[in-house]
T-cell receptor, first 114, second 111 residues
Framework: DAGVTQSPTHLIKTRGQQVTLRCSPK?????VSWYQQALGQGPQFIFQ???????QRGNFPDRFSGHQFPNYSSELNVNALLLGDSALYLC?????????????FGAGTRLSVL | GDSVTQMEGPVTLSEEAFLTINCTYT??????LFWYVQYPGEGLQLLLK?????DKGSNKGFEATYRKETTSFHLEKGSVQVSDSAVYFC??????????FGRGTSLIVHP
């Protein structure tokens, strides 16, 4: 049973460019969340998708957008990249959402903005 | 808003030592509490959780008790191993059902 898979593993971009990160959830999961993890920090919630709709959004600008496909996979898009966008981007999947829902994380995409 | 505060790391221990990593939280209502662990080069994985006051979560020798009176969820293990070296994250899930994570505590265990 494959867990959460993310691609690519590493990415290098320059300021002003756009980037797309991809995530395949754990089999059977229907909810995907995206997090940004800066070096030495905990994951910060970006947004969550359920039934192809953005269900919740954290405190991130509109440059961050996403999409969920009918097969539950998801993409994170970041426009007009800034140096401060350099981070590890984590995708997590779950079966639905609730107070005790366990999230299953991928290994992440390391984005470097030069 | 919700927040989680963890003790600063790194925590450096010898094998078989006792481990405590402190975690306190601020939240409205009755959140669920979690400990996640991140091994080098991997994503976070759930270590244990507790969903109501006085619940004890446990897994792989690690334990944490949900203390509402002190708003704490400290992680403990009686005898650590080198393989426990990782970064440990305390997290809570409140009314929005979105986890709020602490900054993480790095644990280094020497043989």
């Amino acid at each position: 049973d494959a867990g959460v898979t993310q691609s690519p593993t590493h990415l290098i971009k320059t300021r002003g460019q756009q980037v797309t990160l991809r995530c395949s959830p754990k089999s059977g999961h229907d909810t995907v969340s995206w997090y940004q993890q800066a070096l030495g920090q905990g994951p910060q919630f970006i947004f969550q998708y359920y039934e192809e709709e953005e269900r919740q959004r954290g405190n991130f600008p509109d440059r961050f957008s996403g999409h969920q496909f009918p097969n539950y996979s998801s993409e994170l898009n970041v426009n007009a990249l800034l140096l401060g966008d350099s981070a590890l981007y984590l995708c997590a999947s779950s079966l639905g959402f609730g107070p005790a829902t366990i999230q299953y994380f991928g290994a992440g995409t390391r984005l470097s903005v030069l | 808003g919700d927040s989680v505060t963890q003790m600063e790391g790194p925590v450096t221990l010898s094998e078989e030592a006792f481990l405590t990593i402190n975690c306190t939280y601020t939240a409205t209502g009755y959140p669920s509490l979690f400990w996640y662990v991140q091994y080098p080069g991997e994503g976070l994985q759930l270590l244990l959780k507790a969903t109501k006051a006085d619940d004890k979560g446990s897994n792989k020798g690690f334990e944490a008790t949900y203390r509402k009176e002190t708003t704490s969820f400290h992680l403990e293990k009686g005898s650590v191993q080198v393989s426990d070296s990782a970064v440990y994250f305390c997290a809570l899930s409140g009314g929005s059902y979105i986890p709020t994570f602490g900054r993480g505590t790095s644990l280094i265990v020497h043989p």
